[in-house]
C-alpha cells in the first residue's frame, strides 16, 4: 500500500474530481444507490492499494473507471440471485451504450427523489421495497397478501408516474 503523504494527497485530490462521474457510471450498472455507495468504496479501496502501480496521473479518471466497472460486475454477480438484476453482458451493452457520463445525472437523481417524495407512503414503499436487490414480486406479493399481477401492474403505474414526474421536474428546471 502507498505510503506516502504526497502521494496520499495526489490519490485524494483526483479521487474528488472524479467521484461524481464515477457514481454515475456505476449507477448504471448496479440496482441501487445503497449498491452505488457499497461499490464507489470497494472501488477507491482497490485504488488506493494499486495507486503505485498507475504510471501515469493524467489517465487516472480511465483508469479508476475500469476498476470501478470490473467492481459493479463483481457486486452484480453476488446479487445474481435476484431476477430484477440484469445479466452482465447486458449490463455491460448498456454502460457502453450510454457512452461518456453526462452531469445531468446528479439532477436525474435528484428530480426522481424528490418525485418518489411527491408519492404518498404505501405507494413510495411499494416501489422501493421491490426493487431492492433479492426481492421479487412474487415474494413481496406473498409477503404482502395481494395477488402478484396486481403488484405487477401498480409497480408498472408508479414507475410511469415516476417518469413523467422526473421529465416535467427536469423541464421545468431547463433540462432534460
Known sequence: MNENPSS?????????EEESAVKAYVRRLVPT??????????????AWKKFDEL?????????LMTIARFESLKHRRSLARSPL?????LAELLADATGNIVAGDTDRQQALEGCL?????????????????????REYARQNARPE????????????????CVKQTLADQGLS
Open 8 to 16: 496520499y494527497e495526489t490519490f485524494m485530490r483526483l479521487l474528488i
Open 33 to 46: 444507490w445503497h449498491d452505488v455507495e457499497e461499490v464507489v468504496q470497494q472501488t477507491s479501496l482497490i
Open 55 to 63: 504510471d501515469d496521473v493524467d489517465r487516472f479518471g480511465g483508469w
Open 85 to 89: 438484476v440484469f445479466s452482465d453482458k
Open 117 to 137: 417524495k411527491k408519492l404518498d407512503q404505501p405507494r413510495r414503499e411499494l416501489i422501493l421495497n421491490v426493487h431492492q436487490p433479492g426481492v421479487t414480486i
Open 149 to 164: 399481477q396486481a403488484i405487477y401492474k401498480s409497480v408498472q403505474r408508479l414507475r410511469q408516474i415516476l417518469l413523467v
